[in-house]
């Protein structure tokens, strides 16, 4: 199961140690998107570099990918992003995948985004697309603002947001 990660403009970053336990756990990618920034990886220690340099007053989703389904390849790692929008899931999609794409990106290109395109980042209908796909998954996305939205049950520990804590085992 992946994670989530939000990272609240103003708030700290979670420490290098965390974020270490974090891509343990989830080893099958890394990526990030702030305002200014955006990157993906396999290798944590890059992933780790370029996240150092996203500004302290930048919004940024953090994700590290446990995979389910798509191959294990920079190109299915999230955020995915399209027009000025990203996106980032944790959990399991109940629909079919695009050829290698992983299920998290078949969504957001098929559904999410042309709603988003159509209706608006903040549209009820937006909202009712997301309903019939998500079950008990979670969502996180970024507008070319910087804005975040997110749907599915986020947790807060330590000033950030967390679409679940298992990675803090033993130490939270």
Same mark, same amino acid.
């Given at each position: 199961m992946c994670v989530i990660i939000i990272?609240?403009?103003? /708030?700290?970053?979670?420490?290098?140690?965390? =974020? *270490? #336990?974090?891509?343990?756990?989830?080893?099958?990618?890394?990526?990030?998107?702030?305002?200014?920034?955006?990157? /993906?990886?396999?290798?944590?220690?890059?992933? =780790? *570099? #370029?996240?150092?340099?996203?500004?302290?007053?930048?919004?940024?989703?953090i994700h590290f990918r446990y995979a389910t389904n798509g191959s294990v390849c920079r190109q299915n790692c999230h955020p995915f992003s399209r027009g000025g929008i990203s996106f980032a899931h944790n959990?399991?999609?109940?629909?079919?995948?695009?050829?290698?794409?992983?299920?998290?990106?078949?969504?957001?290109?098929n559904i999410i985004y042309p709603c988003i395109r159509q209706y608006g980042f903040y549209s009820d209908e937006l909202r009712l697309a997301v309903d019939k796909v998500i079950g008990c998954s979670k969502f996180a996305m970024m507008n070319e603002n910087g804005e975040i939205r997110l749907f599915g049950d986020f947790k807060a520990h330590d000033g950030r947001l967390y679409s679940n804590l298992r990675h803090l085992g033993r130490y939270f």
């Open positions: 990272r609240q403009a103003g /708030k700290p970053m979670p420490s290098d140690a965390e =974020l *270490k #336990r974090a891509y343990m756990m989830n080893p099958n990618g890394c990526g990030f998107v702030a305002k200014t920034k955006s990157f /993906k990886s396999l290798n944590f220690c890059n992933f =780790l *570099k #370029r996240l150092h340099d996203v500004p302290q007053d930048e919004n940024c989703i959990g399991v999609l109940d629909i079919e995948a695009d050829g290698d794409r992983t299920d998290s990106e078949t969504a957001f290109r």
